[in-house]
């Protein structure tokens, strides 16, 4: 699958190279004269705007696992939409230049609510501060939290982030395979504008924001998916959010007792577990991408398909081997691990009975082993009773591999809820 990318213009992009936007100071803005992120008032408050409230803790809302993405931006400012699978009091965000060449300055920052396209809902658009101040610049190979903003964040809410660039970034650190629409304006700072006018372009990207985290209740925390193409969702539309992942915050959301987790996708489209492909392998970055996400308290662990599908492996051993690398990290942590068993794939190209195979024997070890918390039996909820090694067709997206939006949801119904 082709990777997307961004239509910038050859006019915008030699500007980006040459110009560095002068940034007009956003004024912080105190939770007493704030207004609520959906548009009411926000109550006075004598906490610091950087901590969560003393019985409440950051927990993540949002998350994408990132590398170097093959693109470049700047003089312009990126917007992007990410929706929230749980709600909080105050919301913090997180920018990550860990995959980037040189420092980048992020000059002017906003966080508002989608009203439609490019747009934000009038009112609710924020300046997002840095230790007070409306501007930060990162080093290569580090990353930053904002400071809290004020204003309520409902969970299942679509966040508008928007990011100015003053100057031309090569080496970015983002996430390829969004399916999410990134609108990009010509030269300039727009960060704080609501309208969709300034925003010309358009992306399939995620660029430097990785998470979004909300402050919530003590008891409240969030579970998070290392995953493969699998669990960062091809075969949906783009803008569709119908990720399996998506579809499990909406079991847990919509039910007769709702459950507030926070649903937390780390997947990455032909990421491994042992070897570095797409991005780091998911033992090297199991730390960044999912141990270190606020609030986290269980782990499921979906991939390795693309480790025996592309790899030349005689066994399962190698494989198993990752995975309770993974778990013994997890359980350093204290934190719950699920094992998703792995899904057919016969019919797909780089099918053969070795790996099918392997697969069987990982499958076997996930379900009998004893080394995960829990299984979620993904294996059995979207296989051809008739036929074990292939998708069921109502779940097949068509390549034999990734599922259909029946199948994402399919996946998502096989978890129990009572293990998360």
Do not use: C
């Not at 009203?115 to 997002?128: D, I």
Request: net charge positive; no cysteine; aromatic share 6%.
């Amino acid at each position: 699958m082709a990777r997307p990318v961004h239509r910038l213009s050859v006019v915008a992009l030699a500007l980006a190279a040459s110009m560095i936007a002068t940034v007009a100071a956003a004024t912080p803005f105190s939770a007493a004269e704030a207004r609520r992120l959906d548009g009411t008032p926000s109550p006075s408050s004598t906490t610091p705007p950087s901590e969560p409230p003393a019985d409440e803790h950051l927990v993540g809302t949002w998350s994408a696992a990132t590398t170097r993405v093959a693109t470049a931006v700047g003089g312009q400012t990126v917007r992007m939409v990410v929706r929230a699978s749980l709600g909080g009091s105050q919301a913090r965000i997180h920018l990550s230049n860990v995959f980037g060449l040189a420092p980048v300055t992020f000059a002017d920052v906003h966080l508002g609510i989608q009203g439609s396209g490019a747009k934000v809902r009038a009112g609710t658009n924020r300046p997002v501060t840095f230790d007070g101040a409306p501007s930060v610049t990162v080093p290569a190979g580090q990353s930053v939290w904002s400071d809290m903003v004020p204003g309520k964040v409902a969970g299942g809410q679509d966040l508008v982030v928007s990011v100015h660039l003053p100057a031309y970034v090569h080496g970015v650190t983002g996430h390829d395979r969004a399916y999410a629409t990134t609108y990009m304006s010509g030269p300039g700072d727009h960060a704080a504008e609501e309208s969709a006018k300034g925003y010309t372009y358009t992306s399939n990207q995620w660029f430097f924001l990785d998470r979004v985290a909300v402050s919530a209740a003590s008891t409240i925390g969030s579970v998070a998916v290392l995953g493969d193409s699998l669990t960062d969702g091809t075969g949906q539309a783009n803008d569709a959010n119908r990720r399996w992942t998506d579809y499990l915050h909406r079991r847990l959301s919509g039910a007769a007792k709702p459950t507030r987790l926070g649903v937390l996708n780390a997947g990455m489209a032909g990421n491994r577990i042992l070897r570095p492909t797409v991005g780091p392998s998911g033992v090297v970055r199991f730390e960044r991408d999912v141990l270190s996400q606020p609030g986290v308290r269980t782990v499921v662990v979906y991939e390795g398909i693309n480790d025996i599908s592309r790899g030349s492996y005689d066994s399962a051993t190698p494989l198993i081997d990752g995975y309770k690398k993974l778990i013994e990290a997890a359980h350093a942590k204290d934190l719950r691990v699920i094992g998703a068993t792995l899904t057919p794939f016969h019919g797909f190209g780089s099918w053969t009975k070795k790996r099918e195979k392997i697969r069987q024997q990982v499958n076997r070890w996930i379900r009998t082993g004893g080394a995960f918390d829990a299984v979620a039996d993904f294996d059995k909820a979207v296989r051809d009773p008739r036929s074990p090694q292939r998708l069921a067709r109502a779940y097949d997206a068509g390549d034999h591999l990734h599922m259909s939006d029946a199948g994402r949801r399919r996946l998502a119904d096989a978890v129990v809820l009572r293990e998360l």
